[in-house]
């Protein structure tokens, strides 16, 4: 019988979130993902897993829902916008990410000031 140990099942975790996030990116933002690099792109999402793991987003969705917030605003959005890094303070992780697309949306209907 096949026994695989709590790291490969990690691993294995792992790879197959990111395959599901590579393919999500192509499905939400082909625009984004046709401008990049395939290793550019894979990058991004290596990236997106960590600050999730940082930030104690656990849930695949929650990763596909974060990973759309850095195609929209940027890779750093979460350490330049004042709203995300309030909404990434919250103690509890899956309120969190509530609260983060909560901001998300407002900041996205927010029409962008003129340049003077």
Not at 58 to 85: H, I, K, Q, S, T
Not at 106 to 112: D, G, L, S
């Amino acid at each position: 019988m096949l026994q695989l140990r709590p790291v490969q099942m990690e691993i294995l975790g792992r790879v197959t979130l990111k395959s599901g996030l590579l393919a999500h990116a192509h499905a939400v933002a082909p625009d984004v993902c046709a401008a990049v690099t395939s290793d550019e792109l894979e990058a991004v999402v290596t990236y997106c897993m960590d600050r999730c793991a940082y930030y104690g987003i656990a849930r695949p969705y929650d990763a596909a829902r974060y990973l759309n917030l850095m195609l929209v605003f940027g890779p750093a959005f979460d350490e330049r916008e004042d709203w995300a890094v309030e909404a990434l303070a919250e103690p509890n992780p899956p309120g969190r990410m509530e609260l983060l697309m909560d901001r998300a949306l407002i900041q996205a209907a927010v029409p962008e000031e003129a340049d003077a």
